[in-house]
């Protein structure tokens, strides 16, 4: 019995430590969150998780030819076809001034199975971003658009 009760101790000491030490861990940079933001976009695009990808667009996104509405149906419409789709991104560059930022993002778009014969979409993205809510959203992008209509 006291055997079971130390050990129930030194566990609850053991989650307490372990939530402590986490805790003290330092907070990710903008830079850092930002870039986490686009591979966790680039793993939904490949994952063709509709909400994955749209859970980083702002309610608030325009670039001057689509909405958030628009680029939701764009993303529906993509992800039915049943090839695969394979995402490369460099490292992006990016700007950050206060609670808005910039990234340019490199990568290369690609569909298919056979990967000999996949076609490749090369992409040169600029994206503004805002923090909402404490998460980093993309308000605008430009860019992208090539991949729209490459494996139609």
């Known amino acids: 019995m006291v055997g079971r009760i130390a050990l129930a101790v030194a566990g609850v000491l053991l989650v307490i430590g372990a939530a402590y030490w986490f805790s003290r861990a330092p907070a990710a940079t903008d830079e850092e969150q930002i870039t986490q933001t686009i591979l966790d976009i680039k793993q939904a695009i490949e994952?063709?998780?509709?909400?994955?990808?749209?859970?980083?667009?702002?309610?608030?996104?325009?670039?001057?030819?689509?909405?958030?509405?628009?680029?939701?149906?764009?993303?529906?419409?993509g992800f039915r076809g049943p090839e695969p789709f394979r995402v490369h991104v460099e490292p992006p560059q990016i700007q950050v001034s206060g609670d808005r930022a910039?990234?340019?993002?490199?990568?290369?778009?690609?569909?298919?199975?056979?990967?000999?014969?996949?076609?490749?979409?090369?992409?040169?993205?600029?994206?503004?971003?805002?923090?909402?809510?404490?998460?980093?959203?993309?308000?605008?992008?430009?860019?992208?658009?090539?991949?729209?209509?490459a494996f139609e």
């Not at 667009?57 to 325009?62: C, T």
């Not at 000999?116 to 998460?135: F, M, N, P, W, Y």
């Open 102 to 149: 910039q990234a340019r993002v490199r990568a290369e778009f690609s569909a298919g199975y056979d990967t000999a014969a996949q076609s490749r979409v090369r992409l040169d993205i600029l994206a503004e971003l805002t923090r909402e809510r404490g998460k980093w959203k993309v308000v605008r992008a430009t860019g992208w658009e090539p991949a729209i209509g």
């Open 47 to 77: 994952d063709k998780n509709v909400g994955g990808v749209m859970k980083y667009v702002s309610v608030r996104y325009s670039d001057g030819t689509h909405t958030r509405q628009e680029i939701n149906r764009l993303v529906v419409g």
